[in-house]
């Protein structure tokens, strides 16, 4: 089953697909149709675009969650323009039998059609342009990231109840250096002192949120 509002390129998918000897039962152009013709046919396969009608927003991603939610037997490949990378994953991570790849990216038809047999065959495929824009976002969600590695070990430390003395007692450093480590780590994650708010406390919590 097809997937695409883009008449050309679903037309041509379909015609490449046909040539390596899949049967390809039906086409849609909206996530609506798609639903009603997986419901009508329960194909092996569903191949579908993420950004279709009727909102062309992530119509597409949202109806291959919904065939794989009703029918954990059909395999399903998105094939997308746009990274929608925590969407993509959460969707990917969900079980076998599902892909995701960049429309920009395939440009080996062979390699192509390895994908398509994989999805089919149980297993998952994910667009290495997807992993990278995945952990970028995360590095840039990362308030650690900027972190040194003494600074990491100190907040580590403070994590498991250590007050800067013990902290010096363990690294081994004068409880003056871990004070100074203990003011950049503040300042780097953006915790000014206020006298509603234990500094200490929300570094902490920083660090078991993101470590």
């Given at each position: 089953m097809l997937a695409d509002d883009d008449v050309l390129l679903r037309a041509g998918l379909a015609s490449l697909l046909a040539s390596w000897g899949f049967d390809v039962a039906g086409q849609a152009e909206n996530a609506v149709d798609l639903l009603t013709?997986?419901?009508?046919?329960?194909?092996?396969?569903?191949?579908?675009?993420?950004?279709?009608?009727?909102?062309?927003?992530?119509?597409?991603?949202?109806?291959?969650?919904?065939?794989?939610?009703?029918?954990?037997?059909?395999?399903?490949?998105?094939?997308?323009?746009?990274?929608e990378a925590e969407q993509a994953m959460e969707f990917v991570a969900n079980g076998g039998g599902t892909g995701y790849l960049l429309k920009s990216r395939v440009v080996d038809i062979e390699a192509f059609i390895g994908s398509v047999r994989r999805v089919l065959g149980g297993g998952s495929v994910v667009d290495?342009?997807?992993v990278e824009e995945l952990l970028a976002m995360r590095r840039r969600q990362d308030p650690l990231v900027t972190l040194t590695a003494r600074e990491r070990e100190v907040l580590s430390l403070m994590a498991e109840g250590y007050s800067?003395?013990?902290?010096?007692?363990?690294?081994?450093?004068?409880?003056?250096?871990?004070?100074?480590?203990?003011?950049?780590?503040?300042?780097?994650?953006?915790?000014?002192?206020?006298?509603?708010?234990?500094?200490?406390?929300?570094?902490?919590?920083?660090?078991?949120e993101h470590r």
């Amino acid at each position: 089953m097809l997937a695409d509002d883009d008449v050309l390129l679903r037309a041509g998918l379909a015609s490449l697909l046909a040539s390596w000897g899949f049967d390809v039962a039906g086409q849609a152009e909206n996530a609506v149709d798609l639903l009603t013709l997986v419901r009508e046919h329960r194909p092996d396969l569903a191949i579908v675009d993420v950004r279709m009608p009727p909102n062309h927003s992530t119509d597409g991603l949202d109806a291959a969650t919904r065939i794989r939610d009703e029918f954990p037997d059909v395999a399903v490949l998105v094939l997308s323009a746009h990274v929608e990378a925590e969407q993509a994953m959460e969707f990917v991570a969900n079980g076998g039998g599902t892909g995701y790849l960049l429309k920009s990216r395939v440009v080996d038809i062979e390699a192509f059609i390895g994908s398509v047999r994989r999805v089919l065959g149980g297993g998952s495929v994910v667009d290495p342009g997807l992993v990278e824009e995945l952990l970028a976002m995360r590095r840039r969600q990362d308030p650690l990231v900027t972190l040194t590695a003494r600074e990491r070990e100190v907040l580590s430390l403070m994590a498991e109840g250590y007050s800067n003395g013990g902290i010096a007692s363990r690294i081994s450093v004068s409880e003056g250096t871990v004070e100074k480590h203990v003011r950049s780590i503040m300042m780097k994650l953006h915790l000014p002192e206020r006298e509603d708010d234990h500094r200490r406390v929300l570094a902490v919590l920083t660090f078991l949120e993101h470590r």
